[in-house]
């Protein structure tokens, strides 16, 4: 118990969801994808990760508003559309990192005979999570929109009411998840996700057009900092 309650004092779903709710509270300052990223936890910790994922998943919905408006130019649409593959990319490497925390911080568990291995990994699970404060933010802004219709009030004040219900649902199996891998009861791999579209060696576009190849700029990688 003294280990499960260890893992639980450095991350649980409440935990990690206030880490979230403050990245996008954060952004919504001042609200451009251009701003600065700063992050306020200590480098290498589990929180630092979880703010670095949930800033990037913040960042990735608006270039996704960005690349939707009708009258955007073509050259533009191409740089953002390039910019969201690097996020896409930036995001897969956020969840591999957060998975090798977990992966290290189980290091230690032995195995109790009929463990098993979960459908996904701890971070695919928060992934998840991230995304859905996301989507909780900003179906509140509209569930509250003073320009919207009573009509579509109404219809996302419905919708948000199944994102908490989803939040609350999440958050209680990946809980469970923790606490299991943490007594022996389920154990975890990480396999490298070997996205190819980004990769100059794997995607025919891009080792036929090497010369034309300009790689993305990208955030820092958490594990140097």
Known sequence: MRYIWKIFTTMNTAHAFQIFEKSIAKYHVLDSVDQPFE?????????????QKNWIDTVQWHYEDLIREPRIDPVAALELKRKIDASNQDRTDMVEYIDSYFLQEFSSVEHQEGATI???SPAWAIDRLSILALKIYHMHEEANRTSASDEHRATCAKKLAVLMEQKTDLSIAIDQLLTDMAAGKKYMKVYKQMKMYNDESLNP??????SYWQPSVRLPNPSKS
């Not at 480098?43 to 703010?51: E, V």
């Open 205 to 210: 576009v891009l080792y036929q057009n090497k």
């Open 39 to 51: 992050n306020p936890f200590e480098p290498k910790s589990l929180d630092h990760l979880l703010y």
């Open 118 to 120: 979960n459908t996904e």
